[in-house]
């Protein structure tokens, strides 16, 4: 019987969230001030071989999702051989991608013939070229939905993610509902989080689940889906629609009583929670000789430190508020 990574709350670990790396081709508002973070230099960061490594054992302790994030996971070079190495690893059922789109329409027919590359999720926060030029400060929306538009006709499941910003493209909620219809593709609007940056952002209005949720009532009507329990979104289906919408309360925290996840940041920082300000550097373990047996000891007993939900765990941070970009951290 394998050992298995169960919290003391009883949840049992079953996906690991890696980010490969903190660098990123857009500067998002809410998520980066303009002139970018201060990235880590390229030696902090874990090899690819180093992340093979982790997420291998972690597979050994019952592991079978991983969700590889950035940052922009392909600013990274060589992150496509790095997913056909992931591939080769068969106690890994399925790996997904988060990504910003700006870059990866080339990569799509070889993500299509990598079977364990089972969903992408495309960040895109608005769906007006202006309005996403504003956000992104970057001015790449043609190629973005371009993406949008080519993994909507190809074999992997694409959910579009949708940051819900106060003031901004709130008045857009109906309209990336819309897309839905003809589109297969699953829509997830995401409350705002107050990690961007040292506060870049001043929110006014306070955009959660509930005013979300009347925001979609008020032109659709729309039935609840049964999740999977650990899901960390509240999804509904539309009828006549192809695709379906679904909400994260990623900043109300009603999800984590069902959390069956880790965190690994690009310079090698384990975190339970995405609130926590990290438990252990895994990677200077992994550069002072740590051999599998250590690392499989080390991650059981980390595991059981994991806090009951994210209040807790942003209670007991050491280094003060939560206002790391969420490029540090990993999306």
Known sequence: MQQQLIDSFGRQMDYVRLAVTDRCNLRCQYCMPAHGIEIAPRADLLTFKEMYRIIRVLTELGVTKVRLTGGEPFVRKDFVKFLE?????????????????????????????LEKIKHINLSIDSLQKEKFHQITRRDVFPEVYETFEALEKSSLNLKLNVVVQAGFNT????????????????????????????????????????????????????????????????????????????????????????????????????????????????????????SNEDLKELFLSLVKEKPENGFVAEANRKKGDVSESMSTIGG
């Open 85 to 113: 190495m992931l591939s080769f690893n068969d106690l890994l059922e399925a790996i997904n991608i988060t990504t910003n789109g700006a870059m990866i329409s080339k990569h799509i027919p070889t993500l299509e013939q």
């Open 171 to 290: 008045d857009e909620i109906v309209d990336f509902v819309a897309l839905t219809k003809d589109k297969n593709v699953a829509v997830r609007f995401i409350e705002e989080m107050p990690f961007n940056g040292k506060g870049q952002r001043e929110m006014k209005e306070n955009w959660n689940y509930a005013k979300i949720l009347e925001e979609i009532k008020s032109q659709f009507e729309i039935v609840p889906i049964v999740s999977e329990k650990s899901s960390t979104s509240r999804n509904f289906s539309i009828d006549g629609h192809k695709g379906s919408v679904g909400i994260i309360p990623a900043f109300t925290r009603t999800i984590c009583s069902d959390c069956n996840r880790i965190r690994v940041t690009p310079t090698g920082t384990f975190k339970n929670c995405l609130f926590d300000d990290g438990v252990f550097n895994i990677r200077d373990f992994l550069r002072k000789g740590a």
